[in-house]
């Protein structure tokens, strides 16, 4: 779809809390925090950045979890602790060297909004709430947490035309 505005993207963000996690937020007895993560997102963050695209990460909290995550799937654009997501978001475009317009963003909270409205491609997960749903050109069907960035980097994929070359691996 040569006309598709996934076309133009570079650069694939997602927010953490809500969107890779369920949302929950669980502590050991000692404080310790842990959280819960899709297999099939990591996998899709590997297929994209095979297809050349860069994959970031902006989230509001700060966890060490997190940090852990992204290293094991080799995204290095993160940031935590962040309370102001365009900002976030303009620098991980700084980052990949992107304009703000070929970077997509997938959120479910009103914190997402900022971020949803500079970017090329906002979307949001089907859980989301009706303010970020609203704002986002694509809602996945998938929760926050279930996959839904898997189906989100799945429809871009398919959307550029790019989903040929990732099957090809699998096909024998």
Same mark, same amino acid.
């Given at each position: 779809?040569?006309?598709?505005?996934?076309?133009?993207?570079?650069?694939?963000?997602? #927010?953490? @809390?809500?969107?890779?996690? #369920?949302?929950?937020?669980?502590?050991?007895?000692?404080?310790?925090?842990?959280?819960?993560?899709?297999?099939?997102?990591?996998?899709?963050?590997?297929?994209?950045? /095979?297809?050349?695209?860069?994959?970031?990460?902006?989230?509001?909290?700060? %966890?060490?979890?997190?940090?852990?995550?992204?290293? /094991?799937?080799?995204?290095?654009?993160l940031?935590?602790?962040?309370? #102001?997501?365009?900002?976030?978001?303009?620098?991980?475009?700084?980052?990949?060297?992107?304009?703000?317009s070929?970077? %997509?963003?997938?959120? @479910? #909270?009103?914190?997402?909004?900022?971020?949803?409205?500079?970017?090329?491609?906002?979307?949001?997960?089907?859980?989301?709430? /009706? /303010?970020?749903?609203?704002?986002?050109t694509?809602?996945?069907?998938?929760?926050?947490?279930?996959?839904?960035?898997r189906?989100?980097?799945?429809?871009?994929?398919?959307?550029?035309?790019?989903?040929?070359?990732v099957?090809?691996?699998?096909?024998?």
């Amino acid at each position: 779809m040569p006309d598709h505005p996934t076309q133009k993207l570079k650069l694939l963000v997602f #927010d953490v @809390d809500g969107v890779l996690t #369920d949302g929950g937020i669980y502590y050991d007895n000692d404080g310790k925090e842990s959280k819960r993560f899709h297999v099939r997102d990591g996998f899709a963050f590997k297929r994209a950045m /095979e297809q050349g695209l860069h994959v970031g990460v902006i989230t509001g909290r700060q %966890s060490n979890v997190v940090t852990h995550r992204m290293n /094991e799937l080799g995204v290095q654009l993160l940031i935590q602790n962040c309370k #102001d997501k365009r900002q976030g978001l303009e620098t991980l475009c700084q980052q990949a060297g992107v304009q703000p317009s070929e970077a %997509s963003f997938l959120g @479910d #909270d009103l914190i997402d909004l900022p971020a949803m409205h500079i970017c090329g491609y906002p979307m949001a997960v089907a859980d989301a709430v /009706e /303010e970020t749903r609203a704002a986002a050109t694509y809602i996945t069907q998938t929760p926050g947490g279930h996959g839904a960035a898997r189906e989100a980097i799945e429809h871009i994929l398919k959307s550029r035309g790019d989903w040929p070359n990732v099957m090809a691996r699998f096909n024998p």
